[in-house]
């Protein structure tokens, strides 16, 4: 089992930058991919990033794409989600999630074991 602690989030303007971090603990060693994901009220959960764990090798949706950036700390064991320029339509809530298959790019939910409870974006204009 991995668990996963969300922190940071909260109210921003647009324009705005916050930083969103994630702590794992458990059978870290079993993750291969963390990812980060968002949900607005009446959406369905949307892919934002990726980092493999051991390379670091990121990937993103093209909404995010040169404004969202995800890094990770390796023996801290944290996940992290830098958000700039954000704009009212990155309100939601984000979630950090772990996967220990091993998929090379993995952007759907169905593919990730462990999630975090989430945490409250608002972006204001």
């Known amino acids: 089992q991995v668990q996963l602690v969300e922190f940071g989030g909260g109210l921003v303007q647009a324009g705005g930058s916050v930083r969103l971090s994630c702590a794992a603990s458990?059978?870290?060693?079993?993750?291969?991919?963390m990812g980060w994901f968002r949900q607005a009220p009446g959406n369905e959960r949307e892919f934002v990033g990726a980092?493999?764990?051991?390379?670091?090798?990121?990937y993103y949706a093209e909404s995010v794409k040169g404004r969202f950036t995800v890094s990770r700390d390796i023996a801290k064991n944290t996940e992290y989600l830098q958000m700039s320029s954000l704009k009212p339509e990155d309100t939601a809530v984000y979630y950090c999630?772990?996967?220990?298959?091993?998929?090379?790019?993995?952007?759907?939910?169905?593919?990730?074991?462990?999630w975090g409870q989430g945490t409250q974006v608002t972006v204001s204009s």
């Open positions: 999630a772990a996967s220990g298959r091993r998929i090379w790019i993995a952007t759907q939910p169905v593919q990730y074991d462990y």
């Open positions: 458990g059978r870290t060693f079993s993750m291969y991919t």
């Open positions: 980092i493999n764990w051991s390379d670091g090798s990121t």
